[in-house]
């Protein structure tokens, strides 16, 4: 069965989820036809680095809109047909076009696979020395059949050094065919001399909100119903990661057939239940050590995540401050939550004074930063708690 990540994934621009800033400016340069021999794609994982780099390689292939450079040279398909489609130059139509039209030669051979113009590296697979290196004789080579050769370089940070100084060379020269996207996680980790020679889009982490819906719709398309809670708890697990949403959705679906709710999501991706959190975080905040100290033991006994115990009780946290401070912004997040849990952290904020939950909000964000320092992760919280109820 197809992940429904590949399943979902965007077609056209518009169709990219969370990145707005970057797609406006990717298709104006596509209709201007203003198109740079070399991007750099930076930011989280599962944020569509490599989705907007592919459909980039067929947009600047689209017969449709993009013909040249902007820089007075054409680029000439190859096939006849195509040819005379680049001659005719045809207008975009008046209402903003989807690009790449997905119907012309040039995006159809691309879309079914014709992808020897559309050259993907594994960075991280390999560190590149072999691909770069023939890539440097590849590169001069006209693409088969498209206007554009385009390289996708996945993970470029992992690029051994020879490899980047390769690269470079192809940089400096790039022959007017040629465009080149490089991905990355960690562009801090990319040397100045490649950066320069790029334009750098800056991915960002996708929101909440824009992820529920996105699971939701995927969802409804598959024919299965899901609940506010369990849709908004796997926003939650995919920090900002829309490929990991869409993955943990595809577990969901394959657990849970026609129906998926909280309790399902929780158990499947090992989430506490909503009483556990409920019952640590009353004692916390009333004060109440020993029962504070036995929720996380009964937590690391049960084999629950830590991290995911602390992400949910910071989020319950989060809510009882904005119903302090923001109460209108507070009820649109408490609008994620289960009616039984909204009541009970309505209920808790009034036995919580802004100070308390101020500071207990702020001691429990240091406890999961300081997670991954610690060899058992319980600690973490435990000292957490000593900090905050001594
Ligand atoms: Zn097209």
């Known amino acids: 069965m197809l992940a429904l990540y ?33 991007y750099l794609f930076s930011g989280p ?21 993009a013909a040249d450079s902007g820089e007075g040279r054409v680029a000439v398909n190859l096939t006849d047909v195509s040819t ?42 390999t560190g590149g020395v072999d691909e770069v290196r023939s890539l440097r004789e590849a590169v001069q080579l006209m693409p088969l059949r498209a206007s554009y050769k385009t390289y996708i370089i996945d993970e470029v940070h992992m690029l051994s050094r020879a490899a980047f100084n390769a690269l470079l060379k192809t940089l400096e020269e790039p022959p007017l065919h040629a465009i080149f ?15 320069s020679r790029t334009q750098h889009f800056r991915f960002r982490r996708v929101g909440e909100p824009l992820i529920i819906q996105s699971l939701q719709t995927i969802a409804k398309a598959e024919g299965i119903s899901i609940d506010q809670e369990a849709v908004s708890l796997l926003a939650v697990f995919a920090d900002g990661s829309l490929r990991d949403g ?13 129906h998926a709710e909280g309790a399902v999501v929780r158990a499947l991706f ?38 995911l115990f602390l992400k949910l009780s910071l989020r319950d946290l989060r809510a009882i401050l904005l119903l302090h401070l923001a109460p209108k912004l507070a009820e649109s997040s408490l609008a ?29 964000l240091e406890a999961y930063d300081m997670l991954h320092t610690f060899a058992l992760p319980h600690a973490a919280v435990e000292l957490a708690i000593a900090k905050l109820l001594k």
């Open 270 to 307: 090992g989430a506490p239940p909503a009483e556990v959190i409920e019952q640590f975080l009353g004692a916390l905040l009333r004060r109440q050590t020993e029962e504070a100290l036995t929720s996380v033991t009964q937590v690391a006994d049960s084999g629950t995540e830590m991290r």
């Open 45 to 65: 994982r599962g944020v569509g680095k490599t989705t907007v780099a592919r459909l980039l390689a067929r947009a600047v292939n689209c017969t449709t809109f």
């Open 84 to 125: 005379k489609l680049v001659a005719e130059r045809p207008q975009p139509p008046v209402n903003f076009p989807d690009i790449p039209c997905n119907e012309c030669e040039n995006c159809k051979a691309l879309q079914i696979g014709f992808t020897l113009d559309i050259i993907e590296i594994d960075a991280a697979s």
């Open 181 to 195: 996207v490089l991905a990355t996680t960690e562009p801090e980790k990319v040397p100045d001399t490649v950066i």
């Open 246 to 258: 869409q993955s943990m959705l595809d577990q969901v679906l394959n657990a849970s057939k026609k």
């Open 336 to 364: 994620a939550y289960g009616k039984k849990e909204a009541s009970f952290l309505r209920e808790l904020k009034t036995q919580t004074s802004l100070e308390d939950a101020e500071r207990f909000y702020a001691g429990l």
């Open 6 to 38: 590949r399943k979902y994934r965007p077609h056209r621009f518009e169709d990219v989820i969370g990145q707005d800033h970057i797609i406006d400016v990717l298709k104006n340069a596509i209709l201007a036809r203003r198109i740079a021999h070399a």
